[in-house]
Nanobody, 114 residues
Framework: QVQLVESGGGLVKPGGSLRLSCAVS????????MTWYRQYPGADREAVAT???????YYPEDVRGRFTISRDNSKNTMYLQMIKLKPEDTAVYYC????????WGQGTQVTVSF
């Protein structure tokens, strides 16, 4: 059974940093392209970072240079390191496959505010 468990969110001041974790069970995190998504209230989820099976990564322009996606195959866990956070990064963050997505986890709330 596939399970995705996100953690690591919290309240941080603008300019601060957070590292999110995504514990995966039911499949190997390195066996498929994986993506971090975020969702603003009332909006659809949007991709903010993708890591492919061969290790290549992709970021949309608004987070490029600030977000870094990685994975630890031994722990079957994916990470999102976020630096220089902005108020507009405030959202619920989720992890999932890049395509043929599984059921969503509960997400982790990131709030960037003074």
């Amino acid at each position: 059974q596939v399970q995705l468990v996100e953690s690591g969110g919290g309240l941080v001041k603008p300019g601060g940093s957070l590292r999110l974790s995504c514990a995966v069970s039911g499949f190997g995190v390195s066996a498929t392209s994986m993506t971090w998504y975020r969702q603003y209230p009332g909006a659809d989820r949007e991709a903010v970072a993708t890591i492919h099976t061969y290790g290549a990564t992709y970021y949309p322009e608004d987070v490029r240079g600030r977000f870094t996606i990685s994975r630890d195959n031994s722990k079957n866990t994916m990470y999102l390191q976020m630096i220089k956070l902005k108020p507009e990064d405030t959202a619920v963050y989720y992890c999932n496959r890049a395509v043929d997505r599984d059921s969503w986890g509960q997400g982790t709330q990131v709030t960037v505010s003074f």
